[in-house]
């Protein structure tokens, strides 16, 4: 009897403690959820996904971008619907006649979100720090057209020695590199060619000449044995580009002749050399408040990119800070919510992972007056089904994306208007492999995508189909079209049969098809995703009816296409490519021979030309000009099958002001806002008459009546 | 009990190394790396971003980094080359490292911040689950083959073959868009454990209710059962202490490992329902070649497995006392 008291007593004790279990679990879950309760922010968008880092300098993707354009703020602001530069954080700005330096002024008025003063020196601090190697930005080359800043991107990590202006060696502890500092105008623009007199694996004394530039001569100063690295030709001779070399030479030098060099001051170490480094870099304060920058060539497009997130300044002084008190995690501690200082219209106030970030307006803010919202959330969210959900029940104010199957249904509703933007899906052609080495099999390939199929029942949003690379709407510039019968006035039917015809025609003139050489099978690769899979249906499908070559899908998990596609390991395979910034180079340097995106194995040094001198060319119109004649190689070439330019794919409240398509897809946070019911009965009819806002005084658009009211007061 | 702990824990450090091993040098033998993109690097800036991540060294470098307990980059020790500023490091110290994806993060502040969410959800539908399916299948068990019986085995059937995505889309379009009476998505407040938190639970409240029954119907079969009876016990005490712990018996073994997989987040719900949990990065982490955080919620994933089974072996011993540990 005693036994079973005490079991009793065992067991009561066992109930209460999983009734205790459970009750824990809902009190934490109870008291998890009470802490992460939030008021619906002014404005709420999804931005398709976690963001990589909150940091300008490590990041390159567009959720990222759009977080940056509320935190930060660069020299300039885009205009909301032209995407004109606008002064920002520059109050204005002066262009030298050669297009080759530019002089910007910033706002005496500008300040951190902490109420610290912004002065030019903390642009050139930024731009230093985006450019150099330990921050190990993706996006360094933004700046590359800066005088000597790739050079600087590059430099060596511990021990340089200077060897005469503009050459200088790594130096290690048993291996010297040779490096160029380029560029140096001299060497590039109709300067002495450069010569290298070593061949690899060749002795060389001390003393012997290594290199030659024009009239000068460079000896060894070390002798030894001389390893090539990343050289030119193996002859060694001719001008070598210093942009194709980061590193001409290696050669080994004994401790005895460090220490002679050492004596007499030639070496360099560490924060040493990267300061005289620096000082060759064409990126100078020269007072509070203006900031030079000298560039290699003009580069019409350097006012946008002073706009995009990579160049937006940050806080020298909280980073430094971060740097001293956590010398092991400063690289994040100094973006956490309460570390981090921004100079944009919004200030991060809380961050939770794969959740949201919550903005508040930044009352240092220079134009803080004209800024509409005081709190903005950016959601992670990123299934489409999701996005539709939070936007249909009114918990999201704005989603980039559409579920594609409810396309055609979305189209009727006023708040979803596709419009193209600067981005091109097309196929990269691997050249390399026969037959597709043949300019004939790849034009036809080209001709037989029925591209108004692929626009009309595939993707649906209204996409124009594309007969080159640089997509529909791109400002002044005049695109090159691959030949083909004309779409306008007749039907596109009759257009695509006669482009099949010639297309059998090509073939036939290659030595394929009826009574010639059998093509073989075609593998088309794609990312593993059902929009990618229909599009390369529907061109297999063209390629088997209309030339009766037969293509086989295959598709890949998205970094292994990635590798794939870098090794050359395809026959063709889906691509597409997004402007940084509103210039046809952003798409055609892509191919220039050298360029590690190329992946089509083709390169001409025509096309390469081309480029180069449209590099050089300060005058616009004649720019776009030589720009045009290198696509124009590119689509009588064709190492890429275009297919059409992207449309935006926004659904945003009606009622959102400031909110304008444009073709970068970027829309700015600071220019946002709520219109009252008078504005938004305007902007229907506006609408309904299929005019966009008309235009009035020099603000026009740019910010919300009330609030443009306000600063005229 | 002791010898039993003791030995418990080393099958775990065992576990748990042979998993950290084998996942480490799988993740690395997976084509494509963390910085590939559709924009290739420059090769000098690859460089640069590889040897901050260390990705330059020798993969059993890396692995020893990883694995710890020294820590082998710049700060480690004197004697392996370093500064001596930080000699310990890796995951025998409990270092997960930084996110390669998540710059601006460590592998420990990401569970860290999605874990107790997971929990809380998985928590709300493991109650469900469990209240529901236990209580409909010791209903349906007390008069088998019954009307009662046969809608609730309908139920518990439907509940089993549907995704619970389907269940997640009805779900929202009835309680979100036609009731309008909870959020359809999003996290910040109880209302939005609710729907998630029934769709997670509802496959294992259909699975628990089947073998809830089962159970029942086999311990009402046996002798003692029928003694209780015939001493004339009345019938709720019958159930409650004679029928009911052996019935839980199978509930309990599969209670184990499928709390571990529903605490530990559902990369489907956590989708659809935008709920910033761990599920997410068990599948984004391994498509990112994020190999820190993919290695971490292994990490993670086989502790909770082994300790929540822990757990399930313990509670036997209170539920059956003919159960001891030593013979475990």
């Known amino acids: 009897m005693p036994v079973v008291v005490a079991m009793r007593g065992v067991r009561s004790r066992r109930s209460s403690a999983a009734l205790l279990l459970l009750g824990a679990l809902a009190l934490g879950a109870w008291s998890l959820v009470g802490k992460a309760r939030l008021v619906r922010a002014d404005f709420v968008m999804a931005n398709g996904g976690e963001v990589t880092s909150l940091d300008p300098a490590r990041v390159t993707g567009v959720p990222e971008g759009r977080v940056l354009y509320a935190l930060f703020e660069g020299l300039v602001v885009k205009h909301p619907q032209t995407l004109e530069p606008l002064p920002g954080m520059a109050r204005s700005w002066e262009i030298s006649e050669d297009g080759r330096r530019y002089t910007f002024h910033l706002r005496p008025e500008a300040r951190w979100s902490n109420g610290d003063p912004l002065f030019a020196s903390d642009v050139e601090w930024s731009w230093r720090r985006l450019l150099h190697p330990d921050t190990a930005a993706e996006y360094a080359y933004q700046l590359w057209g800066v005088v000597a800043a790739r050079a600087f991107s590059h430099h060596p990590r511990d021990r340089g020695l200077f060897l005469e202006q503009g050459l200088w060696v790594e130096a290690r502890a048993d291996t010297l590199r040779l490096g160029l500092q380029p560029p140096s105008p001299e060497l590039l623009d109709g300067g002495p060619p450069l010569v290298l007199r070593c061949t690899p694996g060749e002795s060389f004394e001390r003393g012997d000449v290594l290199i030659q530039v024009g009239e000068r001569e460079l000896s060894a100063p070390f002798s030894g044995r001389c390893r090539a690295h990343n050289l030119p030709p193996p002859t060694g001779e001719g001008p070598v580009d210093p942009y194709a070399a980061d590193w001409l030479l290696e050669w080994e030098a004994s401790s005895d002749e460090l220490e002679q060099a050492r004596a007499q001051g030639r070496l360099l170490e560490g924060s040493e050399l990267e300061q005289a480094l620096w ?34 300044p940050v806080h020298r002084r909280s980073l430094e800070e971060a740097r001293r008190r956590n010398p092991k995690t400063w690289r994040r501690q100094w973006l956490a919510p309460e570390n981090l200082v921004t100079n ?7 961050r939770r992972i794969n959740d949201r970030l919550r903005l508040r307006k930044n009352p240092y803010y220079w134009d803080a007056d004209r800024v509409a919202m005081d709190t903005i959330d950016i959601l992670a969210a990123d299934n489409y ?3 539709l959900n939070l936007y249909l029940t009114g918990e999201v104010d704005w989603i980039d994306r559409a579920p594609p199957n409810l396309v ?23 050249v390399t492999r026969p037959p597709l080495d043949d300019r004939r099999v790849r034009t036809a390939l080209a001709l037989s995508i029925d591209r108004e199929a692929i626009c009309e029942k595939i993707v649906k949003k209204g996409e124009q189909p594309n007969w080159g690379l640089v997509p529909h709407g791109m400002p002044g510039y005049r695109r090159a079209e691959m030949k083909h019968a004309p779409r306008k006035g007749g039907s596109p039917r009759v257009a695509f049969e006669a482009d099949c015809e010639r297309a059998r025609a090509l073939l036939a003139e290659a030595g394929f098809g009826p009574g010639g050489k059998e093509l073989g099978e075609i593998e088309l690769l794609y990312n593993t995703s059902e929009a990618h899979r229909d599009i390369a249906e529907v061109v297999a499908d063209g390629w088997r009816r209309h030339l009766g070559v037969d293509a086989r899908l295959v598709n890949q998990e998205w970094k292994v296409y990635l590798d794939t596609q870098v090794q050359l390991d395809y026959d063709v395979s889906r691509s597409s490519w997004i402007a940084d910034y509103a210039d046809p180079n952003n798409f055609l340097s892509v191919f220039v021979g050298s360029g590690e995106n190329n992946r089509t194995g083709w390169s001409d040094p025509a096309y390469d030309e081309w480029i180069e001198r449209a590099a050089r060319e300060a005058d616009p119109a004649r720019r776009a000009e030589l720009l045009r004649a290198a696509e124009e190689i590119l689509v009588r070439e064709l190492p890429i099958l275009p297919i059409y330019t992207y449309v935006s794919t926004n659904l945003v409240k009606p009622r959102l002001g400031g909110f304008h398509e444009n073709v970068q897809d ?3 946070p600071k220019f946002l806002y709520w219109m009252d019911d008078e504005e938004l009965e305007r902007s229907r009819q506006a609408r309904a008459a299929g005019s966009q806002v008309s235009p009035g005084g020099p603000d026009s658009g740019l910010y919300p009546p009330a609030a443009a009211r306000g600063a005229e007061r | 009990m002791r010898r039993f702990l003791l030995r418990r824990t080393l099958w775990f450090a065992l576990t748990l190394w042979a998993v950290i091993t084998v996942s480490f040098f799988l993740m690395r033998s997976v084509r494509g790396g963390p910085f590939s993109s559709e924009r290739s690097l420059h090769p000098a800036v690859e460089a640069n971003l590889e040897a901050r991540y260390h990705l330059d060294w020798p993969l059993w470098k890396q692995y020893l980094h990883y694995l710890g307990p020294l820590n082998l980059d710049e700060q480690g020790a004197t004697w392996l080359g370093g500064s001596g500023e930080d000699l310990w490091g890796g995951v025998l110290t409990g270092e997960l490292g930084p996110s390669f994806k998540y710059r601006d993060f460590t592998v420990n502040e990401i569970i860290a911040q999605s874990l107790p969410i997971s929990l809380a959800l998985g928590s709300v539908a493991l109650l469900w689950a469990v209240l529901v399916g236990g209580s409909t299948g010791i209903l349906s068990s007390l008069r088998p083959g019954g009307r009662l019986d046969l809608g609730l085995r309908l139920f518990a059937t439907a509940g089993v073959a ?7 889309g009805a779900l929202i379009l009835l309680f979100g868009f036609q009731l309008e009476l909870l959020p359809v998505a999003g996290w910040g407040s109880f209302s939005h454990l609710v729907l998630p938190g029934i769709a997670l639970g509802a496959p294992f409240a259909a699975y628990i209710s089947r073998l809830t029954r089962t ?16 001493k004339g016990l009345p019938e709720h005490l019958v159930l409650s202490r004679h029928t009911l712990r052996g019935a839980l018996l199978p509930v309990v073994s599969y209670l184990g490992p499928a709390a571990a997989g529903i605490l530990t987040g559902s990369l489907v719900i956590e989708r659809i329902f935008a709920i910033p949990g761990t599920g997410s990065h068990f599948v984004n982490s391994a498509l990112n070649r994020d190999y820190t955080l993919s290695m971490g919620v292994t990490i993670l994933y086989t502790t909770l497995v082994y300790g929540l089974n822990f757990l399930v072996d313990l509670t036997y011993t209170l539920l059956d006392p003919r159960i001891r540990l030593e013979e475990a």
């Open chain 2, 215 to 230: 159970g029942m119907l086999e311990a009402l079969a046996q002798d003692h059962v029928r003694t209780a009876r015939a």
């Open chain 1, 408 to 430: 055609p249904r979305l189209l009727e509703r006023e708040d979803f208007r596709p419009t193209p933007y600067l981005g091109v899906y097309f196929y990269r052609v691997n």
């Open chain 1, 385 to 387: 089904g999701t996005l």
């Open chain 1, 344 to 350: 944009g219209p919004f200030a991060l106030y809380e």
């Open chain 2, 162 to 168: 549907l995704p619970n995505f389907v269940i997640a």
């Open chain 1, 666 to 668: 970027d829309h700015l």
């Open chain 1, 279 to 312: 000082d060759r870099v064409g990126i100078r304060a020269l007072d509070e408040h203006t900031l030079v920058v000298d560039l290699v060539h003009p580069t019409p497009y350097f006012l946008q990119l002073t706009g995009y997130y990579p160049l937006f």
